[in-house]
């Protein structure tokens, strides 16, 4: 199951990245992408189809969206059935128990303040 998780998390943080560089590439309208990876045929409707860049890109960035989303989807299910939730301090053993400090009977937490009684 550990290993199951780890993948699902590695393709969780593949995905958010690729969703950012996809957006970030669309910030110019895409024109730039176009001439970048279009340079040999010197246009964008030779790589991207003729559709041009912009579909390609958006088309890219809802894919990667949607694979993102459902590894965040995948990771909270397995979360929420997971047997161990966080921290589990039941099998911890103190070495020694604790100490509290016992008041002698007959004696009010006034007395022991301090704090002398009014005349």
């Known amino acids: 199951m550990e290993a199951f998780k780890t993948v699902i998390w590695i393709i969780n943080i593949f995905a958010a990245l690729v969703v950012i560089v996809l957006v970030l590439m669309q910030q110019g309208k895409g024109a730039d ?17 003729s559709g041009g ?3 390609f890109l958006s088309r890219s960035t809802a894919i990667a969206a949607t694979v993102f989303f459902a ?3 995948a990771l909270v299910y397995i979360h929420t059935n997971a047997n161990n939730h966080g921290l589990d301090f039941s099998t911890v053993e103190q070495s020694q128990p604790a100490q509290t400090q016992q008041q002698p009977a007959g004696q009010s937490s006034e007395q ?4 002398s009684p009014q005349q």
Do not use: K, L
């Not at 022991?112 to 704090?115: A, F, K, L, P, R």
């Open 33 to 49: 992408a176009g001439a970048t990876f279009g340079s040999g045929s010197g246009s964008a409707q030779g790589v991207f189809g």
């Open 112 to 115: 022991n303040s301090g704090s």
């Open 53 to 55: 860049n912009a579909n």
């Open 71 to 73: 590894s965040c989807m």
